[in-house]
């Protein structure tokens, strides 16, 4: 009798939601967390490296495209997270990918140049990822690469190479997107990066009784069953929390 293949997994660090893909991420594949301003996206992509740190031993690296690293340290603080101690032991890696190009200096350790092209930017993340043994990599965001390319249309071609790569190097990657329309089934704002990544997150928001109320949809995930169904969550004091027994929208 042959035995049943079982998929390694990576658990999310998020309260609720390995319920939803039968006990965590499929390991080594690379997700796409997407959704309109303030759904939450960030937290939920910086959530899944430090619990990854946190709770699990393994080590992760955050390439902040958004805001500087030092700006996201303080927000994350927020939650209780202390994410410099654990960069102090070699556990969590943030790059700052946004000083070089607006101009100001970085005293962070690691630091993507301004004029990076696409094969210096992939190598020093593969770089980073060794140095630290990471089992973990967030890119947020898949725009903020756009902004940083001559031609918008060289982006596809961008996104594959950073997929090989992340696969190849058997990392579990979260990569972030905006949704401009989720409604309308616009769920990324180029409407290449889902076809990309291996698995989708829609983070979004749905009004109820004059109120806006936060919702989580899986919408595609390899090599695990999921649930299709919207799920409600919330941002927490100490980080998102999914409530899969909750009322489903």
């Known amino acids: 009798m042959t035995g049943e293949w079982t998929v390694p997994r990576v658990k999310s660090g998020i309260p609720g939601f390995d319920e939803l893909v039968n006990g965590g991420f499929p390991k080594g594949t690379t997700v796409l967390v997407t959704g309109p301003t303030g759904s939450g996206k960030t937290t939920f992509a910086v959530q899944f490296v430090y619990k990854g740190v946190e709770l699990y031993d393994e080590p992760g690296v955050i390439v902040t495209l958004e805001e500087r690293a030092v700006d996201l340290r303080r927000e994350m603080r927020a939650f209780g997270w202390d994410i410099e101690k654990y960069e102090k032991e070699g556990k969590i890696a943030i790059i700052d990918g946004v000083s070089a190009v607006v101009g100001l200096p970085s005293e962070e350790q690691y630091v993507l140049e301004g004029n990076l092209n696409t094969e210096d930017f992939l190598r020093y993340i593969y770089r980073v990822v060794k140095a ?15 902004f940083r390319l001559k031609k918008e249309e060289e982006l596809r071609e961008v996104l594959l190479q950073l997929n090989t790569i992340l696969l190849e190097m058997g990392v579990t990657s979260i990569l972030t997107t905006e949704a401009p329309e989720p409604a309308r089934g616009k769920i990324s704002r180029y409407g290449i990066e889902e076809y990309i990544a291996r698995g989708v997150v829609l983070l979004d928001f749905i009004e109820r009784e004059v ?35 909750g009322e489903i929208y």
Not at 220 to 241: A, N
């Open 211 to 245: 109120e806006l109320k936060r919702y989580l949809l899986i919408r595609k995930m390899r090599e695990t069953k999921h649930s299709m169904k919207k799920y409600p969550f919330e941002i927490m004091s100490d980080g998102l929390v999914v409530y899969p027994s």
């Open 132 to 146: 630290i043994d990471a089992k973990r990599l967030v890119i947020d965001s898949i725009p903020s690469i756009a």
